[in-house]
């Protein structure tokens, strides 16, 4: 199934699905916080853009003009992160922030320095201690975060896909339906995939759908779950 970008008007998002064929889940799988950063760059070097992402500051010139996109999770102190997106901003890098779990995602006013702020349904109701058991809760639940400044949020939804949605614009990009054989680095290599495709070319759907396949075929792979796919098995997968 190819993956589908379209606008809502309100209405709810598809219902969890029981049949054999199991949609990507993106973000909805337990890993420890330790490896979080660890492992979404890697997906980020095994697509081949490492040095255009960056997971800290680059402490030289050259690594500077090569960063795009500074791609960073919440388990930091807030006064290091909050250091690290000035100085992002100041060099025009893109700020991409995941939490690391439930217990960082406490921080609305920090999260909403970010450019892209990527949560689960779990993690966007701790963070703004609202409800997002349906589209029009999670809509009320984003709108509290974007009136704070937040640019971009983007909603992993497990079998539902993802949601997009920035001032005035919500966009839903649908899961891929794989036989799913391992989900516990799914979220990651989602994020991951899209800090590589948006620091490409910007594009916010085309990191998006990229994203989603590249989830559903880390997913299912049979193996070591400890390596992403490459870009060479990826573009393979890939219909």
Known sequence: MGIAA????????????NNTQHPTRIAQNSVSNRNREVLQAQAVAQLGNSSAVCTRLPDNESDLQRCALLLLTMDQPATALNQMMASATQHGFTVVLTPADLSSSRDAPLACRSDFLIVSENELEALTEMPSYCFAQMEEAAKSLLQQGLRNLIITLGERGCLWMSQGKTRHVAAYKVTAAETRSASDAFIGCFAHYYAKDGDVLNALEHASLYAACCVSRTGRQDIYPSLAEFQAFRP
Do not use: K, T, W
Not at 8 to 16: E, K, N, Q, S, V
């Open 6 to 17: 379209m606008r809502f008007g309100g209405a709810d998002l598809p219902h969890h699905s």
